[in-house]
Structure formats: structure tokens, C-alpha cells
């Protein structure tokens, strides 16, 4: 009796005690081609990063590895009429085929270099894709599962906050997850039930900002951003970013457990020094995990640092 009454009083503090940060060492660095485009989206699989280059409505997908070398790059249609996001979402599978889902209502699915393979009516606007042995899509209902150009299955969306931010995730034995990042919270997706399961998330860099007051129309800012999966767990970077500390990331598992703390001192000198940057610190907004690499990306700055997690 004594001890499961001491192992009661034990519990909470094992459990809340902090996971320590690993100072990561930067192993490399490039920066993609300084042309008047914008990278637009990221995805990355199999060895592979992919980037969507935006100048207007001019879009084209450029691949590299990790180290951004073996370039591919290649244009992509222009869509029929003008709009501000021709694009709103792209997802590479582990075998190099990339997804690009179409504002005005389709997918195109594209080979490595360039071929198109297919093309698949949306039955919504799509904000996020998962490519895999089929295509799984992310609108205002739920998740869709399409392959062959038809619906297969149709899953409603958890309950989520007004303004959440979602990012759907491909997951081992082609699972599904989603994270929706303004109350960090982590869904698995129970495709027997059709139901999502979730998982709080906690950090001690969470803290902070619960503190924060909430806006007047209700929102507030993300715990995460631009989750990756690597090894059957996910990566977040940590919101917000301080430039002369480095940049935070996060390891969970898909329970929802915290497994690690990174930091990620930012490299100086990548962009030409400006009076909200002076020391030209390099502002990465995006995470990939490859093969015990961690990549942080600079949409903005159009720039890859790499770290290594040996």
C-alpha cells in the first residue's frame, strides 16, 4: 500500500520533469537559385526535397537531395485564368512521384522529371495533401482518400478551433495524422472507425504562449509549425524563433509524447544584413527531417541550413 501510495506522489513530477535541449552542429548550408521567384510550398520524401517556385502565375518544381545537390527542375501549366494562389498544396511520395493540387479544382501528379502521370478531380478546395499508395486530401470537411480519379473515403474533421491551422501528415504503414498547431494537438487517424483519436501536446516552450492574451476575434498564436515526419515520430519548430539563441524543435511521438528538445544555432552572414536583421541570420519558417538530418528552411530568404542528429 505504501508504495503505490508513494508511486501516486511520485508520478506527476517524473512525468512533468523536463526533457533536456540538444545543442545541434550545423553541417551545411545552400541557397536555391536568387531568380525573381518565391518559394511558395516545400514537401520532402524518400531522400528527396521538392520546392515550388512562384513568380505570378508561372510555377515550376525544383528537386534536390539534402545537400542540394542532383537538381531536376521542371515547369508546371499555368493554371486556365489568373489567380493570386494558383497552388495551394504539394506532397512527394518515397517512390518520387509529386502531387500539386490545383486551386481551381484538381490534382496533377507528376514523375520526377517532369511527366505528368495523372489527374484527379477535387470534390473541395484542398489545403493539404498526403501522397502515398494513394492520395489523401485536406478541405473544410475532413480528409478524402482518392485514387483512380474517385472518392474511396471520406473522413469528417475533428473538432477544431475557429481558427486552427492543420498540416496532414503521412505516417508509417500508410497511417494518417494531423496536427493542428494553435492548441497543439495531435490527431491519428482510426481509419476502422473513421474517427479521429487525439493527443495533446506539451513542451515547456509551450508555457509562454498560454500565457498570451486572446485576440478579439478569438485567435491565437501557434504552439507549432511545419511538422515532419522522420522514423515514426514527428518533428515541429517551436514557436517563436530567436535569432541570436537558435531555433527550437521538437520531437514527438504519435501519442503525443515529447521525445526531444533541439536547438538549432542560426548561421549569420546568408542574407545581406538589413535594419530588422543587421547580422543576416538566416529566418527559417520550415523543418525536414531526412536520414538523421535535420534541414531549417528560409521560405523568404530562399536558403537550407542542415544539422546533424547523430
Known amino acids: 500500500m505504501r508504495l503505490c501510495v508513494l508511486a501516486l506522489l511520485l508520478w506527476p513530477v517524473l512525468y512533468g520533469q523536463d526533457v533536456p535541449v540538444t545543442t545541434l ?18 514537401s520532402s520524401a524518400g ?82 495533401c498526403v501522397l502515398d499508395h494513394g492520395l489523401w486530401v485536406w478541405s473544410k470537411t475532413g480528409a478524402d482518400f482518392l485514387t483512380g480519379g474517385r472518392v474511396d473515403l471520406s473522413i469528417p474533421q475533428p473538432q477544431l478551433p475557429k481558427f486552427g491551422y492543420v498540416d496532414l501528415l503521412g505516417l508509417a504503414d500508410h497511417g494518417v495524422g ?56 514527428f518533428y515541429a519548430l517551436a514557436n517563436h524563433t530567436n535569432r ?8 514527438f511521438d504519435v501519442q503525443g509524447n515529447l521525445k526531444a528538445r533541439y536547438l538549432c544555432p542560426l548561421p549569420t552572414s546568408v542574407v545581406p544584413p538589413t535594419g ?11 523543418v525536414v527531417v531526412m536520414d538523421r538530418v535535420m534541414l531549417l528552411i528560409s521560405q523568404s530568404q530562399k536558403v537550407v541550413a542542415s544539422y546533424s542528429l547523430e
Request: net charge neutral; hydrophobic share 40%; with cysteine.
Open 178 to 233: 494531423l496536427l493542428e498547431s494553435m492548441k497543439g494537438v495531435f490527431y491519428t487517424l482510426d481509419q476502422q472507425a473513421g474517427n479521429w483519436i487525439p493527443h495533446p501536446l506539451d513542451a515547456p516552450e509551450f508555457q509562454a504562449i498560454r500565457k498570451l492574451p486572446v485576440q478579439e476575434d478569438g485567435t491565437t498564436v501557434p504552439f507549432v509549425m511545419s511538422p515532419s515526419v522522420a522514423g515514426g515520430e
Open 276 to 286: 530588422m536583421n543587421p547580422n543576416g541570420y538566416l529566418s527559417p519558417n520550415i
Open 47 to 128: 531522400g528527396v526535397l521538392w520546392f515550388l517556385l512562384q513568380n505570378g502565375n508561372w510555377s515550376e518544381l525544383l528537386s534536390t537531395d539534402m545537400a542540394g545537390g542532383n537538381p531536376t527542375q521542371f515547369a508546371i501549366q499555368p493554371p486556365a485564368k489568373r489567380v493570386a494562389f494558383p497552388v495551394s498544396a504539394i506532397c512527394a511520395s518515397r517512390d518520387g512521384r509529386i502531387a500539386v493540387v490545383r486551386a481551381e479544382g484538381t490534382v496533377e501528379i507528376y514523375q520526377p522529371g517532369g511527366a505528368l502521370l495523372e489527374t484527379v478531380p477535387l470534390p473541395h478546395p484542398v489545403s493539404n
Open 244 to 251: 541570436k539563441i537558435g531555433a527550437r524543435i521538437l520531437r
Open 25 to 42: 552542429k550545423q553541417t551545411g548550408l545552400f541557397a536555391l537559385p536568387s531568380d525573381p521567384s518565391r518559394i511558395a510550398r516545400v
